[in-house]
């Protein structure tokens, strides 16, 4: 399909194997300009949340927060920032949970998670408002603090956070320190304490014996400078763009991993069921995660150029699409992180949410298994106080159709006909520069991935690790 | 004090040492028949659950369960369940949750979790009811089989509920076989996977790859013959006696351990604000828990006849206290389980409920500190979906005034005038046949932990294992 279709186009990638590109038909997905504060001056009446008014779903709690400093206070609150007298470093995956919270995706969450939060986040998934009524909640949101911090905090109220290079990101106020139960932590976030979990050893194992909650002061909005920003969409952005396309109905799409004609005949189907339902114009909202993942997922850049060439090859309809970054950290942490997953794509509008095979699963970490039952993400997500009013809608399985040649959904009455085509294989293709079958990928997409693989053996090649690699 | 204030008054115990004693003054606590069927006629128009007519607190679900048969259908359910072909034998463990299950403690569950239940309460600790209302349910009540018993049971919908002997105990209806995932279930449950933690060695670890749930049917009421079945009242036999005495509030009191005056002061004290408060005849449910428990805790024997004296001896007040077993086995599952204490108190009648630091907690299977922070089971109780009904009364810590010589409430601005006397140093004294300071246990209540100990060092001292020990 022409060109003129895309609609992602990717410019100034800090990735040396990125071609510089200029954008085109970006209105199409996306706002022109991101960069700017996403809090128009009329829904400014409220600092800390904003009421969205729309046929939209509702954030949970009623508001979507927005925590980060008017523009008109912005010179004000950095002169203070930098007379708080502590300061806390942020590290990646911190710096990933301050842009969450920041935007309003964990509404009615106003900062890192405060002990009551925590304990009700642990124990119940979910947690209960001042008026009685009940949002999900099911990973801990926290910011860990090792004893020489704690010591110093001493009684203070208030913690200025900073980045590596100790620029100020964040004021975090009216704090309370609690213990950091990392072992329990653990437990009751994976449902094991098996070694080698990805999130556990780069953000708690090693982290600080404390945790610190409070409300977050963000100075400004959070940007990374690598050529994606523009495509790091506000919940507040998504439901402006939803509204602007007269959506009555956002399905939301997570994924961590290229896009294949299987994912891609869901999200199609999906949209057909929807208009079968009544629905005018349902709208896609394909939100791949930005945040940490692990070592061997394809990295973000890879991905969205990979992203970028379905839509430009017309697998999936830019008119009724909207690509966006989710700037999540991945947990792995599957039923539990499932909700996660979905909570907070209702904060960015969607009232319908998809829900496949272990979900945000991975291989047991110490045992030659699933960590989890495949099919307990989309029972305990159907089952989630919190979020009740979120449709869930469970994946059909797609498969490789031997005889049609294509992605189809899988008929158990003839499964001799169908390939399953797992991440593991289809790594392995790119690797060994394979094609996979037709019609499992478009041609342009899978080259993106056989090009990644190439530029990780040409640096490993040379002796250097990945920066990709190093940084997934 | 006089003997004939004594409440309780044991009689058959099987325990070698135990005297034999008769029972005299057992209505202030306890209906004199609890042999024949809770059931009273007129309400037996629901054979599932009894609607109870009171100004006691409703059970969770609205109905309290009665899994038992109807004495005028057993004969010929019990030829019903000689004619069902596959038989699963209970160890003792799954028979104290028939127990529980039978008697509604865990209403509304009608039988072993099926698969939905049992995800939400590993990952809500609550769930669900059709009309949309929320019951706390922290703890999965499930029975394992293993992979033989799940081939010969095929396609059978149920199973015939055998004790250790081969007596038909239950039906188990429409069932629902699942996978049984070990390592998930006690990592979600107990907030680690550290071996050593006692109901996981007893009751998962080895247990069966799979789980059977379904509806219960007992054939008849559950009885132990152990001389302490008198004291095993059921929910629906303590909402009597709590309307005969024309309780006004019920207050439940959890324990596991021989009660000391810090105990007794506090239960006293509760019934003291609870008199404040305007109510005019509270009600303390003293409800020992009956079921499995460590090996190094003191046998319901032994604890049940220190009970007895500590109300003989006046330290707490036999016209306005019931004391009666709770059945569950103990889980040591600190804020998981203290949930379930709480939940199954409310179905028993209690709308007010103690609990303490560290509930349910125990010392940390293989680190040298407690396995739980010992804040966290009140604030965890405190916040659970579910039993917002139900009124926490945290305790004071109680600790022994030296100034006073008695057990009083711990006042920080005198910290040295007080001792601390944990239950390691209080078994580490009786185990030395030492006393403890005056004032700390009425002396005829201590001489029963030392008679227990001294029991345990004579039957080692005979190269015997003590049958109490070994059964604990």
Same mark, same amino acid.
């Given at each position: 399909?022409?060109?003129?279709? &895309? ?11 990125? $071609? ?21 001056? /009329? ?32 010179? +004000? ?31 009615? #969450? ?36 090792? @004893? ?21 990101? &964040? ?26 979990? $990805? ?47 007269? &959506? ?39 939100? $791949? ?28 309809? $830019?008119?009724?699409?909207? +690509? ?48 989890? @039952? ?33 992605? &189809? ?19 392995? #293709? ?35 690790? /990945?920066?990709?690699?190093? /940084?997934?």
């Amino acid at each position: 399909m022409a060109s003129s279709a &895309a609609a992602i186009v990717f410019s100034d990638s800090p990735f040396r194997s990125s $071609p510089l590109i200029h954008t085109h038909h970006v209105s199409r997905y996306a706002p022109r300009s991101v960069s700017v504060s996403v809090v128009s001056p /009329s829904r400014r009446a409220s600092r800390r949340g904003l009421a969205v008014k729309s046929a939209l779903i509702d954030p949970d709690g009623g508001k979507l927060m927005n925590l980060v400093v008017e523009e008109s206070r912005r010179r +004000v609150m950095k002169r203070e920032a930098e007379t708080v007298p502590i300061r806390i470093k942020l590290n990646r995956v911190d710096l990933e949970w301050v842009h969450v919270l920041s935007e309003g995706w964990a509404s009615p #969450l106003k900062g890192f998670m405060r002990q009551s939060e925590f304990l009700q986040t642990l124990h119940f998934n979910s947690f209960r408002l001042e008026d009685g009524s009940v949002v999900n909640m099911s990973v801990p949101i926290v910011l860990a603090i090792d @004893d020489d911090q704690k010591f110093r905090i001493g009684d203070s109220n208030r913690v200025t956070l900073v980045d590596s290079v100790g620029n100020p990101i &964040a004021i975090l106020t009216d704090i309370e320190i609690y213990k950091h139960p990392k072992e329990e932590r653990i437990a009751r976030t994976w449902g094991t304490t098996a070694r080698g979990l $990805p999130y556990a050893e780069e953000a708690i194992t090693k982290a600080g014996n404390w945790l610190i909650g409070g409300d977050l002061q963000v100075l400004e909005p959070i940007k990374y400078n690598d050529g994606l920003d523009r495509f790091r969409l506000s919940p507040s952005q998504l439901r402006e763009e939803f509204i602007r396309r007269g &959506a009555d109905a956002v399905f939301a799409f997570q994924l961590r991993n290229p896009v294949h004609n299987g994912h891609a005949l869901l999200m199609t189907d999906t949209r057909r069921r929807l208009l079968e339902m009544g629905y005018k114009n349902p709208v896609l909202l394909l939100n $791949p995660l930005g945040g940490f993942t692990k070592a061997d997922d394809v990295p973000l850049s890879w991905r969205m150029r990979q992203h970028e060439k379905v839509l430009e090859d017309g697998v999936l309809d $830019p008119e009724t699409t909207v +690509v966006s970054i989710f700037p999540s950290p991945m947990l792995y942490a599957g039923p539990t992180e499932v909700q996660w997953h979905a909570k907070a794509r209702i904060n960015a509008g969607a009232n319908f949410y998809i829900v496949g095979r272990d979900p945000a699963g991975m291989g047991h970490p110490t045992e030659n298994r699933d960590l989890y @039952d495949a099919d307990h993400g989309k029972k305990v997500l159907s089952m989630a106080p919190g979020l009740e009013r979120l449709n869930i809608l469970p994946f059909k399985v797609a498969a490789y159709d031997k005889t049609q040649g294509k992605m &189809a959904f899988f008929d158990p009455s003839r499964s001799q006909d169908f390939l399953f085509i797992s991440g593991t294989k289809m790594r392995g #293709l790119a690797k060994k520069k394979e094609n996979p079958p037709d019609g499992f990928m478009c041609p342009s997409g899978w080259k993106v991935l056989v090009d990644y693989y190439d530029s990780l053996s040409a640096e490993s090649g040379n002796g250097r690790v /990945s920066e990709a690699v190093a /940084s997934a």
